[in-house]
């Protein structure tokens, strides 16, 4: 796909494909063992956080895509910049890592905690990922990001700014990213 974009989502494409890196860096020469190991029963192994940002991935980029359908149809153009409200700023901001707030997920976005889930496999499926967030932000070229709203997948009544939206997508992606780094560094890392 040739790279039309500019400046903000630019900026978030270059997020996005710095997070699929660091995600093959952090996997590179890992074992099954190594990527399904959980440090306790309560966290998470670097297989389920890349899980659930496969599984967040899809769900978000169906809302994107009929938030931006729908903003073509109705004529909601803009090249920026864009403006985003206080609770956007904050969302953007709550997400990066390093983690200082937990959050409790939604079950739908997590993979089952007994399943063994193969590396190549799920980094499959992140690469997937990346390519439909890329169409994602070839879609929303021209629309007016802080004026078209996503309505969450999590709760139907809130709605994001677009912009936002992609934001802190890409730092959800950083955030469990930085997770799954931190179960490799944890005590008992399974060494091959």
Request: positive net charge; proline residues 5%; charged residues 25%.
């Amino acid at each position: 796909m040739e790279n039309l974009l500019t400046g903000e989502l630019a900026d978030y494409s270059e997020q996005f494909r710095a997070n699929r890196a660091n995600a093959e860096q952090l996997c590179l020469g890992m074992k099954q063992r190594q990527f399904n190991w959980r440090p306790t029963a309560r966290d998470w192994s670097v297989a389920e956080c890349l899980v659930h940002l496969n599984i967040s991935a899809h769900t978000y980029t169906k809302a994107i895509r009929a938030a931006t359908a729908g903003a073509r149809e109705r004529s909601v153009p803009s090249t920026g910049p864009f403006r985003y409200g206080p609770f956007s700023r904050w969302l953007m901001r709550s997400m990066e890592p390093p983690v200082r707030k937990r959050y409790k997920t939604p079950r739908r976005f997590t993979g089952s905690p007994t399943q063994v889930f193969d590396v190549e496999q799920v980094l499959e499926e992140f690469r997937v990922a990346g390519r439909e967030w890329e169409q994602c932000l070839h879609e929303a070229i021209g629309l007016d990001l802080a004026r078209v709203k996503v309505r969450s997948p999590v709760v139907s009544l809130i709605r994001f700014q677009l912009g936002a939206v992609f934001a802190g997508l890409a730092a959800h992606e950083r955030r469990h990213l930085w997770q799954a780094t931190e179960v490799t560094k944890a005590q008992g890392f399974p060494s091959g």
